[in-house]
Nanobody, 124 residues
Framework: QVQLVESGGGLVQAGGSLSLSCAVS????????MGWFRQTPGKEREFVAR????????NYADSVKGRFTISSDSAKNTISLQMNSLKPEDTAVYYC?????????????????WGQGTQVTVSS
């Protein structure tokens, strides 16, 4: 069974930077896409960014475009999310997820496996 282990996160002031990492235990057809989502209390899980192993296709939510960078390290089966120019509205629990190919990469239901989540808090 595929497992995801996240690391990173924490507390930072507005304008600062944080980095998240996610290691996947194995790669197969169900790990085609690697995504980051975030969630705040009372709200639905929100798409942040996604990358694919095969062709390094990358997508971002408009709210993070130009500030966040997703990358992958195939040798280590790891993806990272570099978050710069952080804003208080970026505060959330961030989840790593993986799933098969789908044109609906921006919806949580596409993803079969989820990490445990890591808190990111941006103070004003």
């Amino acid at each position: 069974q595929v497992q995801l282990v996240e690391s990173g996160g924490g507390l930072v002031q507005a304008g600062g930077s944080l980095s998240l990492s996610c290691a996947v235990s194995e790669r197969n057809s169900n790990t085609y896409s690697m995504g980051w989502f975030r969630q705040t209390p009372g709200k639905e899980r929100e798409f942040v960014a996604r990358i694919t192993w095969n062709n390094n296709e990358i997508n971002y939510a408009d709210s993070v475009k130009g500030r966040f960078t997703i990358s992958s390290d195939s040798a280590k089966n790891t993806i990272s999310l570099q978050m710069n120019s952080l804003k208080p509205e970026d505060t959330a629990v961030y989840y790593c997820a993986t799933g098969p190919y789908s044109p609906f990469y921006f919806t949580p239901r596409t993803y079969k496996t989820w990490g445990q989540g890591t808190q990111v808090t941006v103070s004003s």
